[in-house]
């Protein structure tokens, strides 16, 4: 599959998993709205590394990883950083029940507003970053 195609498959799946996070959020399941925005950011930094690296990103769910990998994390403001930060525990794949209910207790209808809304933001300045770097 050509570069090209796959960062274009990583940009339709973050969009899918935005919807579905807004879908989740507007009906009350926060942590679920917070795990696809997790998803959506990693997606969104695995287009950037696909279309500006030649090597395929690295098989991790860490967003400071990727973002280091691919140059970045210096661009980040504080805020930013600090929104990445938040974001580590929201990776609730495989999690046992104690935690899910541990993480999602931390969660209510205006930190995921919040979640939503600073993801939207990254991945609209992350998307304006490959279309102004792409090797593609």
Not at 3 to 20: A, F, G, P, S, T
Not at 32 to 43: I, N, V
């Amino acid at each position: 599959m050509a570069r090209e195609d796959i960062v274009q498959k990583w940009l339709d799946i973050v969009e899918q998993d935005m919807k579905v996070a807004e879908l989740t959020h507007n009906n009350g399941y926060w942590l679920y709205a917070a795990f696809l925005c997790h998803q959506a950011l990693e997606k969104v930094i695995k287009a950037y590394w696909t279309a500006t690296r030649d090597d395929d990103p690295p098989y991790t769910h860490s967003h400071a990883k990727l973002l280091e990998g691919c140059g970045l994390i210096g661009e980040l403001s504080e805020d930013r950083l600090s929104f990445i930060a938040m974001m580590i525990p929201m990776f609730i794949e495989a999690r046992y029940p104690s935690y899910k209910e541990k993480v999602g207790a931390s969660l209510n209808e205006h930190t995921s507003a919040h979640i939503l809304e600073t993801t939207k933001e990254l991945i609209q300045w992350i998307k304006e970053k490959l279309s102004a770097s792409s090797k593609l």
